[in-house]
């Protein structure tokens, strides 16, 4: 009866913040014609999590339409300061939602548009250079710090420990941070980090994740991430979201990623990275079918190889090999 009054609640909070018909600014779009199935996951995802996505949903919709209409002659923009903000946004974002690569080039061409009109030939060709130099200084912003024996000791640990079952709350102590695993049948289902509070954690998930057993383990605070998007390839767990994988605090890059530093390298197109790849056998990690990620300085090495045309590579043993073996 608790659950079932704490889930009418909810949702009439979250209706009451996203009224169904309500037109999003002044484009076509409305929450109806969002669909059932974008308000479900909104809802699902508020429900589990506490933050609303669906805000975020309609400024990058509301974005895209606004790009479209700017960049076809459909639409006057006023302020072009605002759009270009909110273009940045969409460009930038790495939240719940999936954006198109379609969606994505229609963005890119209003800004491309906008600096063409704005600063005349060859200024956007130069801003765009200025971007990528920002986004390569980022790409190799964070040093990794976790080593493979500790991941392999890691996963050791997680196989010998005890499971607990859904309603058995066993803390038993408090240092924290600790890497959260749900079980379902003896396969792991769900990771996360747990930064303090467990014993609630562990309720709430007791009420709205689909799990059998669950344990724990206690990580230092400057390799969780890391420890988390390794365990996560190492698992694969159904129902992954982008936004679970940290790239920017781990070894990891998507193959998107990947693209885009290599931009203004000739040649070095997606074809060129997955031939790599397969030549000096970088595994590609397919998160849930959807994600695709690649270790950052294990490609790096091998790309130098290939673009110098070097036969003789001995490929270092990766941590995927050595976790074949335990």
């Not at 490929?315 to 050595?322: A, I, P, R, S, V």
């Amino acid at each position: 009866m608790q659950w079932d009054n704490q889930l009418e609640e909810c949702l009439n909070d979250f209706f009451s913040n996203h009224p169904v018909g309500i037109n999003i600014d002044d484009c076509s779009y409305s929450y109806f014609n969002l669909g059932v199935d974008v308000l479900v996951k909104c809802f699902k995802y508020q429900l589990e999590t506490g933050i609303d996505v669906l805000k975020e949903y309609e400024e990058i919709h509301s974005t895209i339409h606004d790009c479209w209409m700017f960049s076809y002659g459909r639409r006057y923009i006023s302020d072009v300061s605002l759009l270009l903000t909110k273009i940045d946004k969409v460009l930038n974002y790495k939240g719940y939602w999936d954006i198109s690569s379609g969606d994505l080039n229609i963005v890119e061409k209003a800004k491309e548009k906008i600096a063409g009109n704005d600063k005349g030939v060859g200024y956007n060709e130069r801003r765009m250079r200025e971007e990528w130099h920002e986004y390569v200084k980022q790409y190799y912003m964070f040093s990794p710090k976790l080593s493979k024996e500790h991941t392999i000791n890691t996963i050791k640990l997680i196989k010998n420990q005890k499971l607990y079952k859904k309603d058995e709350i066993s803390i038993t102590h408090d240092n924290y941070p600790v890497i959260l695993l749900l079980f379902n049948e003896g396969k792991v289902t769900y990771i996360t980090g747990v930064e303090k509070n467990l014993e609630n954690r562990i309720i709430t998930y007791q009420r709205n994740k689909n799990f059998t057993h669950y344990s724990y383990i206690s990580v230092d605070a400057s390799i969780l991430d890391e420890m988390i998007v390794e365990l996560l390839i190492y698992y694969n767990p159904k129902g992954i979201h982008k936004n679970q994988v940290s790239t920017d605090k781990s070894a990891y890059r998507t193959l998107s990623m990947i693209k885009r530093r290599y931009k203004y390298i000739d040649n070095v197109n997606l074809t060129v990275i997955k031939k790599v790849c397969a030549i000096y056998e970088i595994p590609i990690h397919y998160l849930n079918g959807n994600i695709s990620l690649v270790n950052r300085d294990e490609f790096d090495r091998a790309l130098s190889k290939y673009l110098g045309k070097e036969v003789n590579y001995e490929k270092e043993k990766g941590l995927m090999d050595l976790l074949n073996e335990i």
